[in-house]
């Protein structure tokens, strides 16, 4: 590979990087070529792009962005057999897809090595699960307006009932007087 090719890979990751608020970097090393197909075609189906990239190159993309990713270095995040998947919209989709691809192959594999969800970095295989469990922040802003709207339903509910006792009250009076 030519340093400017290298180079444009850089620049791709850079632009990638700063895209996406989620990402995961996974060891799948010892797969099959098939393993892989297979796993780039579920990552495919779940909205989840999924790259297979030198450590060297992504630690120079990652030193161009303003987040410091230095404990990705300092913790080997960056050894070995390095795959990254890109989630652009779900914070735990691609732990979903991880999870359910180790499941169905009956193997520990793809490890986890490190995550970065909106610049908060996870280190480590152990953090798959609470990955998993993550709301994304249109969920939480789902729930959070759902808890709004619960008490001024419930206002509303309320005035009907009484509104609907006060018109009857006041159609009997009305009633009575003429």
């Given amino acids: 590979m030519t340093r400017e090719e290298k180079a444009e890979i850089i620049d791709d990751l850079v632009e990638k990087f700063k ?32 790259k297979v ?13 303003d ?7 300092e913790q080997k995040v ?8 890109f989630s652009p919209e779900s914070v735990n989709q691609p732990a979903k897809v991880i999870k359910a691809f180790r499941k169905e192959q009956n193997n520990d594999k793809p490890l986890l090595k ?9 280190i480590g295989n152990d953090q798959l699960d609470m990955l998993a469990s993550m709301k994304s922040k249109t969920e939480l802003i ?14 509303v509910s309320a ?7 006060v018109a009857s009250i ?7 007087e003429g």
């Fill in 19 to 50: 895209g996406t608020d989620y990402f995961y970097i996974t060891d799948a090393s010892g797969f099959s070529v098939a393993q892989v197909n297979k796993l780039r075609r579920e990552c495919f189906e779940a909205g989840v792009e999924y």
């Fill in 53 to 65: 990239i030198k450590n060297s190159l992504i630690k120079k993309a990652l030193e161009q962005l």
């Fill in 67 to 73: 987040t410091d990713y230095t404990p990705f270095v």
């Fill in 78 to 85: 960056l050894k070995g057999f390095s795959g990254v998947m």
């Fill in 114 to 122: 490190g995550a970065s969800v909106d610049t908060a970095l996870f």
């Fill in 142 to 155: 789902g729930d959070i307006v759902g808890l709004l709207q619960s008490p001024a339903k419930n206002v």
């Fill in 159 to 165: 005035l009907k009932g009484q509104g609907g006792k």
């Fill in 170 to 176: 006041l159609q009997t009076l009305s009633q009575k």
